[in-house]
């Protein structure tokens, strides 16, 4: 079982199999290289590397335009690998699935400080650039027009992190993508709980001895494993977890195994910067301005989106063509790591496609 997601991969019920068979096509692994990147602190990289995977080919019109290229955005302190997973890219890429790479032209993208694209962990630590999600989107767009050539999205598809980059893509660039759907998200700026909890495991790294203001020779485990600790709360579902560990003894086993995962996966200096990157985030101003059709979608268990705080179903009503899906909690939802499970949003999926289609 890998653990490499901050937000998301706690859930233990969620497994990755190496060996397992898959359904769809190999993907295709490649990094772009784009010179002096100006971030939004008016901090310069020389040289930003984004990482990627691509399923399919595209598709142009005869006015060569993309028709069939679809973006899916990881969460925070994941990477784009996570969803070439059994039970991601085998629910959705295979032949006759909603999103068979046969007909799409999927591209699964780093963002900037995850995966293997550039990252504090390179080397610069906390001299990187202290980029924010306008900046991580920045790229995306770069990496799509500059160096894939696409020029139109039929689909941006992102889970937590990658939820609320899609936000920004809708309005930053209206016309771009026909259809957009942020799962697990709200489109407002983080505040309250959410809020506290980044900052609270961002100040228990930094109070660890060890983390020596980043220039650690040896991950600071006791501030990491308190970081990673105040989040798992908020990402478990407690209703699989009680199935999962129905004992003292076998909650004491998983536990361990959730820390031990995450002191071997992360990176302390690339965890605060990722959950830093997000305090500027805010596109309730913006919302009217996007022109894609979207639907969002939060689940009923999602302790990070709660859905008594009524946000989503006030900013939605801004958005000219959307609409919030709430999933209710059942025994296949699984708190915000439902965002990552498409056996049970894909009808939804399968609705927003149809919709859109041209």
């Known amino acids: 079982m890998q653990y490499t997601s901050l937000l998301a991969a706690l859930l233990l019920y969620f497994t990755f199999s190496a060996s397992a068979q898959q359904n769809y096509p190999a993907p295709a692994e490649g990094t772009y290289l784009t010179r002096n990147f100006i971030f939004e602190s008016g901090e ?13 080919a595209p598709q142009k019109d005869k006015n060569g335009v993309v028709k069939n290229a679809v973006l899916i955005l990881h969460g925070t302190s994941s990477a784009a690998r996570n969803f070439l997973s059994p039970q991601f890219a085998g629910q959705l890429f295979g032949p006759g699935q909603l999103l068979d790479a046969a007909k799409y032209f999927i ?24 980029y924010t999600y306008n900046d991580m989107v920045k790229a995306q767009h770069l990496l799509l027009t500059q160096h894939l050539d696409v020029n139109h999205l039929r689909l ?14 809708g309005y930053t660039w ?9 799962l697990a998200s709200a489109p407002a700026e983080i505040a309250g709980r959410n809020r506290m909890m980044r900052k609270m495991a961002i100040d228990l790294i930094e109070m660890d001895p060890a983390w020596n203001h980043g220039n650690y020779t040896s991950q600071p ?15 478990s579902s407690p209703l699989h977890l009680q199935e999962s560990a129905p004992t003292r003894e076998q909650a004491d086993v998983m536990a361990a195994k959730i820390r031990e995962g995450n002191l071997r996966s992360l ?51 801004k958005v000219p063509k959307g609409r919030y899906i709430l999933l209710p909690l059942t025994a296949r939802t699984s708190g915000h790591g439902t965002n990552s499970m498409p056996a049970v949003w894909n009808n939804y999926l399968q609705e927003l496609l149809q919709l859109t289609q041209q």
């Not at 500027?280 to 939060?298: C, E, Q």
């Open 44 to 56: 310069k990289l020389d040289s930003l590397r984004l990482h990627y995977y691509t399923l399919g």
């Open 107 to 130: 591209i699964l993208a780093d963002g900037i400080g995850h995966g293997k694209s550039s990252r504090p962990s390179d080397g610069l630590r906390m001299q990187f650039p202290k």
């Open 156 to 169: 941006i598809l992102g889970t937590s992190m990658g939820a609320m980059h899609a936000w920004v893509w």
């Open 174 to 182: 209206p016309g771009f993508t026909d259809a957009l759907m942020p």
């Open 221 to 235: 485990v006791m501030g990491l494993a308190g970081a990673t600790s105040s989040f798992f709360f908020m990402n």
């Open 267 to 317: 990176d302390a200096n690339d965890v605060i910067y990722a959950l830093e990157a997000s305090r500027n985030y805010n596109p309730a101003p913006y919302l009217s301005k996007i022109k894609a059709t979207v639907f969002a979608v939060n689940s009923a268990d999602d302790e990070i989106n709660p859905p008594e705080l009524g946000i989503m179903e006030r900013e939605i009503k």
